[in-house]
């Protein structure tokens, strides 16, 4: 269980980058020095600052010489108004004086190398292993802060100056305020540095600029296991502030737990947060963790330690899970590699279905039993018996689709899926989830939408689909006119079907609301058979059988006055000079009682029309014609023949 403290001590120590290029971020840090103390004051009383600095290793060709404009010698100082470059000098350890934190930044002079990358690393390594000279306490979180604007020398460029000797991770400041042999050892790797961070349980946190964030990004993610941290500095520095107390406050207010390397143990950590707030994850170690704890508020984290191999000749090993920020927890793991019961087990064990030996409570299985389907191992799956596993008439075991495990069929998954998610089903896997009809949409029984679901080939529709592939709609308000009467579906006159009106004989239209257009022919065979002024309706019983026929004139049509059907296209009939429009009707909306009226236009009389002079005259004139023709076809015989004899006797006499 982790609870943050209240006045926790906590260790912050400041290391700034020196070279000429963060002259003015050294402007801007002596500006907020004393609002930096102030807000580590406000997480904790129990604080102490310290402040230092970093250049090079103080040789060619890290700097550059200058001249002495009075007395014309030599000078490693890199400008007038700067110091003498050097790897790392303690400004001022930790204390909890914030007026000497902010005098000794505000007292501090810049420097400058030469080359681009500075000796952040040389610095880092004495400020974590020189503990009495910087004044880490052991029971306090240590941070620290490292600024700069550029890139860091790595282990191998001190050859550049003729240093040959590996960093030896040894403090070496001999009693001054500087690190005395940067220019006997190499610069430290970051690996070596990381390993450093973890042994001193020191935090870095790199506060780079947008030149060297770049870089920096993967030297945080390498010292992940230090729990360092990257932050975006400013190119002037002015957000040092925002940032210190942004981190730090975070810092104080986190709860995470992380595992030291090493081998052999496998270690989970599940971290449970107060108020069942769900775990964050840190990014660089990929452990979880609880932020934004209150200071009554308890976190607590659930430690699996799971062997990788058992090694009876190994000796005890030591898992060491660290509270960033809090201390370490030390944890000696002995293997044990076999149970004294392993050595005398009970062959064919009740407990283990009599299938199989019990040992130490594990049951092992006897040839062609396992326990795959249990809970706990009984051994009570037999897997050579798979007649359960074949449906009648069939000889397939499962289908072909599966297989056989405890008698039970287990479904595979479709070699090839001829659609997504397709899946096999059944008692004997026999069911698919995909051979079923398919709906408009080109989907299975409508499934992309929503439709219907296909099973053991037969579409499952959802509620309001109706039809083999569920195409089918059994929403009826397409049925139904927008406005009006909504009691009954295709105007009572056809049944709603897949939400289209499917009409009774006789009636036609969207909403079977009109009578059909073949009822309206009926009125062209009728009027032939009577006449303008009326004719008996026994003498044209044929042709307006059912029908009653009214006339009238073109400005009193009666049928429109009637509430009922008119045809979708009126039959305009032309007969002995008269323009008639013929209409078909229902009364009361009902068809099977018709009503047909004409509406005469231009009728030059309403006498009977005399039918004969109309037929025989043509009859008269058809048989005068035929006649002329077959006198002139006579004649055009005639004279050929006469031409014939005439050439005849010419050749006869010639002859």
């Known amino acids: 269980r982790v609870r943050p403290s209240r006045n926790y001590p906590l260790d912050v120590y400041y290391l700034m980058d020196h070279s000429f290029s963060m002259a003015d971020d050294l402007e801007n840090m002596k500006l907020f020095a004393s609002s930096i103390a102030q807000s580590i004051r406000n997480l904790t009383t129990g604080y102490r600052l310290g402040f230092g600095s970093f250049v090079d290793k103080p040789a060619m060709p890290f700097i550059m010489t200058t001249t002495d404009g009075v007395t014309g010698q030599q000078t490693l100082k890199p400008c007038t108004i700067c110091k003498r470059p050097y790897a790392f000098h303690n400004s001022l350890p930790l204390n909890n004086n914030a007026s000497k934190f902010s005098g000794a930044v505000s007292a501090d002079i810049i420097s400058g190398n030469f080359d681009g990358p500075e000796g952040a690393f040389d610095a ?6 020189c503990t009495p000279e910087i004044g880490w306490r052991d029971s306090a979180r240590r941070v620290l802060l490292i600024a700069t604007d550029a890139k860091a020398h790595l282990a191998g460029e001190g050859r550049l100056v003729g240093v040959m000797q590996p960093n030896d991770g040894q403090c070496h400041m001999d009693g001054t305020p500087y690190y005395t042999k940067s220019l006997n050892y190499d610069f430290p790797s970051i690996s070596y540095t990381n390993y450093i961070f973890q042994r001193e349980r020191i935090l870095p946190i790199f506060l780079a600029t ?5 870089w920096y990004r993967p030297v945080a993610s390498m010292m992940a296991s230090a729990s360092a941290k990257l932050l975006l500095l400013s190119a002037n520095s002015d957000n040092v502030l925002t940032l210190l107390q942004t981190e730090l406050s975070n810092l104080v207010s986190l709860a995470r737990m992380i595992v030291l390397p090493q081998s052999g143990v496998n270690v989970s950590i599940v971290a449970r947060c107060p108020g069942g707030v769900s775990p964050s994850v840190d990014p660089t170690t990929g452990f979880q963790q609880c932020t934004n704890l209150d200071f009554d508020k308890t976190a607590e984290f659930d430690i699996t330690l ?14 060491v899970l660290r509270v960033v920020g809090y201390g370490d927890i030390k944890v000696d793991v002995t293997p044990l590699c076999q149970c004294p019961c392993e050595a005398n087990p009970d062959a064919n064990s009740p407990f283990c279905s009599s299938q199989g030996s019990n040992k130490c409570g594990v049951c092992s ?3 062609g039993f396992t326990d795959k389907l249990s809970n706990v191992s009984r051994c009570d799956c037999n897997t050579l018996d798979q007649a359960t596993c074949i449906q009648k008439d ?21 070699a090839v899926a001829p659609v997504k998610g397709a899946t096999y089903s059944g008692q004997y896997c026999e069911c698919d989830n995909f051979n079923c009809p398919k709906a408009a949409s080109g989907s299975i029984c409508g499934a992309s939408d929503g439709q219907g679901s296909c099973g053991c080939g037969k579409c499952q529709c959802s509620a309001g689909f109706t039809g083999d592939s569920c195409d089918c709609t059994t929403n009826t308000a397409s049925c139904q006119p927008a406005t009006g009467n909504h009691s009954r579906n295709c105007s009572g006159q056809g049944e709603c079907v897949c939400g289209e009106c499917r009409c009774d004989i006789g009636f036609e239209g969207t909403l079977c609301e009109k009578c059909a257009v073949e009822q309206c022919t009926r009125a062209a065979a009728c009027f032939n058979c009577t006449t303008a002024s009326g004719a008996p309706q026994g003498k044209c019983q044929k042709g307006c059988n059912g029908l009653n026929v009214t006339y009238s004139k073109e400005d009193n049509p009666t049928v429109l006055e009637q509430p009922a059907f008119q045809c979708t296209s009126p039959v305009p009939i032309e007969l002995a000079g008269c323009s008639v429009t013929a209409f078909y009707a229902a009364i009361d909306t ?3 009682k018709p009503f047909l009226e004409f509406v005469v236009k231009a009728c030059p009389t309403t006498a009977a029309v005399n039918y004969i002079p109309v037929t025989v005259g ?3 004139a058809l048989i005068v014609i035929g006649l002329l023709l077959l006198a002139l076809l006579k004649g055009f015989v005639y004279y050929r023949d006469r031409l014939e004899y005439k050439k005849f006797i010419k050749e006869a006499e010639n002859s």
Do not use: F, W, Y
């Open 306 to 319: 799971t062997g990788i191999k058992c090694d009876t000749l190994a000796s005890a090993k030591q898992v």
């Open 394 to 414: 069939e000889t397939a075991v499962c289908s072909g689709r599966g297989d056989c495990v405890c008698q039970q069929c287990q479904c595979r998954k479709p």
């Open 618 to 620: 043509p009859a008269v």
């Open 365 to 367: 299985c006897n040839t």
């Open 124 to 129: 880092m390594i004495q400020v974590a292993v």
């Open 590 to 592: 009902d068809c099977t």
């Open 210 to 214: 947008n030149e060297s964030h770049h």
